[in-house]
């Protein structure tokens, strides 16, 4: 049974600070993704990555990076945090050989408000 | 081109009925269309999947139904329940990634 973590459901930050969000996979999965949610918008997505250490950029990266360093893990950043980033924040991985589409496992989410 | 437009935002069923969401795209490149359903303080799990090789594919009470030449594709739920009730958001793939729709949360009625 593939699950997806994330490190927090809520978060609270000042404009400004620096956020982390993390995301852990314990499916072997190459591929993670990072997206936001928003009303009326669906899904965005804003990185995602398929191998250690190697990032693209998705739809909306503005004001965002990302990290991976361990296979299983990949964090979300907010340099300086600005409150359009207050929003849902859903990571997800897959298991995509052939590049031929494949089923995204998501996370829970972490609700972000920055103030 | 990119995107993906989802009507309606919003549906209300009576239980029994059958809910419609549609789906249409501009992309003939995309090859891939699923349908993921995400219950309150969830993230969104795939419900069903189609490709554009075929017109229609059935899973129980759900059924994609795929118009490659309108460029449209569109979730059927019959005999709706209200723990059916939901966000639906339909998708596209193309190259590397999922382009999603805005999503429909449907409200279904005793």
């Known amino acids: 049974d593939v699950k997806v973590t994330q490190s927090s459901r809520y978060l609270v930050k000042r404009t400004g600070e620096k956020v982390f969000l993390e995301c852990v996979q314990d499916?072997?999965?190459?591929?993670m993704f990072w997206y936001r949610q928003d009303p009326g918008l669906g899904l965005r997505l804003i990185y995602f990555?398929?191998?250690?250490?190697?990032?693209e950029k998705g739809d909306i990266p503005e004001g965002y990076s990302v990290s991976r360093e361990k296979k299983e893990r990949f964090s979300l950043i907010l340099e300086s945090a600005s409150t359009n980033q207050t929003s849902m924040y859903l990571c997800a991985s897959s298991f995509d050989l052939a590049g031929l589409g494949g089923e995204q496992f998501f996370g829970p989410g972490t609700r972000l408000t920055v103030l | 081109q990119q995107q993906v437009k989802q009507s309606p935002q919003s549906l209300i069923v009576q239980k029994g009925g059958i809910s419609i969401i549609n789906c249409a795209y501009e992309?003939?490149?995309?090859?891939?269309f699923p349908w993921y359903q995400q219950f309150p303080g969830k993230g969104p799990a795939l419900l069903i999947a189609?490709?554009?090789?075929?017109s229609e594919k059935k899973e129980g009470r759900f059924t994609i139904s795929f118009n490659k030449s309108a460029k449209q594709f569109s979730l059927h739920i019959m005999d709706s329940q209200p723990g059916d009730s939901a966000t639906y958001f339909c998708a596209a793939h193309n190259t590397d990634k999922l382009i999603f729709g805005t999503g429909t949360r449907l409200q279904v009625f005793p």
């Open positions: 992309n003939t490149a995309f090859d891939y």
């Open positions: 990555s398929y191998d250690v250490k190697m990032k």
């Open positions: 499916m072997d999965h190459e591929n």
């Open positions: 189609i490709r554009p090789d075929v």
